[in-house]
């Protein structure tokens, strides 16, 4: 208490006055002084609302609806040879599959029903289906085959190379087991020399 006391009875008040008369004069240089700082931006030619403005998207054509997900082609219209480069190949895909399942397939169970409304022999019917599974058999034979083969040489060659990762771990064994007892050797012969001097 002592302490504010005194401290009140130091302040003079043309100390609180002058500290009092730079606050106003840095408040009015701030605040007034610039007359930029409070004022709008210049605006270009003043247009009445309703006026027509500039919109960017008119100086673009858009697409035409393609049917694409949005009812717009998905390609970019750069790409338009590709993607009928694309359709093309995929039809070619379409009528390769239809043709493979002409020659080759099995018939279908409609077609099998067909067959039998139509008199065709059970025998004709049973050789066309056993075609398509002899084929299929014989597919798989030749890749169970060359399967078995590529396995045989792969565990061939991981054989091979375990034996030689054994030789030389083996190797590598005897060296490092050589180096320890000659180490040890050599520290028994150290501790014992240390053993005679300290004893003379």
């Not at 730079?22 to 408040?27: D, E, K, R, T």
């Not at 009015?28 to 919109?55: E, F, H, I, N």
């Not at 100086?59 to 359709?87: C, H, M, Q, T, W």
């Not at 075609?131 to 058999?137: D, K, L, Q």
């Amino acid at each position: 208490m002592k302490k504010a006391m005194t401290w009140l009875r130091n302040i003079r008040p043309l100390k609180i006055l002058t500290v009092f008369l730079a606050g106003i004069f840095l408040f009015l240089t701030q605040a007034c002084g610039a007359p930029g700082v409070a004022t709008q931006p210049p605006q270009p030619d003043t247009q009445s609302p309703y006026s027509k403005r500039y919109d960017p998207t008119k100086d673009y054509p858009l697409s035409s609806p393609a049917g694409g997900i949005n009812n717009f082609s998905d390609v970019e219209p750069r790409g338009r040879l590709d993607e009928k480069a694309a359709n093309d190949r995929s039809d070619a895909l379409v009528k390769n599959a239809q043709k493979n399942i002409d020659q080759k397939g099995a018939d279908s169970p409609g077609q099998y029903g067909e067959n039998y409304k139509q008199g065709t022999p059970l025998g004709e019917r049973v050789k066309n289906f056993g075609e398509g599974i002899g084929s299929s058999a014989e597919e798989v034979r030749k890749g169970v085959v060359k399967g078995t083969q590529r396995g045989i040489e792969n565990i061939k060659g991981n054989t091979q190379n375990a034996a030689d990762d054994v030789t030389t771990n083996v190797q590598r064994g005897a060296e490092d087991a050589g180096k320890n007892v000659k180490r040890t050797a050599e520290d028994a012969g150290s501790a014992v020399k240390k053993t005679v001097r300290d004893v003379d």
